[in-house]
């Protein structure tokens, strides 16, 4: 069974950094896409970003270009994702997602992933 375990989430103020890691466990290979997603109140789960396995190509939602960072652990099952100049409006569960299915492309829909952690929360104070 595979999981997925997210942590680094917390309490920033305005202008600070987070760095979120998601270690998977149950299988050891295969993982075509890990992502990371976020839900905040009253709102829809979105895309953040996300690292294809092969070739290491990121892609990320916008509003974070240039903020933040996904990476690879290569080895590990680990994919980081380092938030910087963070905003009130990053506020927010941040879920991690694994997609076993193959792609060439980063997909950035829920439904195109297989796997979801529990989630942490990222809070952003004004």
């Known amino acids: 069974q595979v999981q997925l375990l997210e942590s680094g989430g917390g309490l920033v103020q305005t202008g600070g950094s987070l760095r979120l890691s998601c270690v998977a466990s149950?299988?050891?290979?295969?993982?075509?896409?890990q992502a990371w997603f976020r839900q905040a109140p009253g709102k829809e789960r979105e895309f953040v970003a996300a690292?294809?396995?092969?070739?290491?190509?990121?892609n990320y939602e916008d509003s974070v270009e240039g903020r933040f960072t996904v990476s690879g652990v290569n080895g590990r099952n680990t994919v980081n994702l380092q938030m910087n100049g963070l905003k009130p409006e990053d506020t927010a569960v941040y879920y991690c997602?694994?997609?076993?299915?193959?792609?060439?492309?980063?997909?950035?829909?829920?439904?195109?992933?297989?796997?979801w952690g529990q989630g942490t929360q990222v809070t952003v104070s004004s």
């Open positions: 690292v294809r396995w092969s070739g290491g190509n990121t």
């Open positions: 149950g299988r050891t290979s295969g993982y075509y896409v």
């Open positions: 997602a694994a997609r076993i299915r193959p792609t060439f492309a980063i997909p950035r829909f829920i439904k195109d992933y297989d796997y």
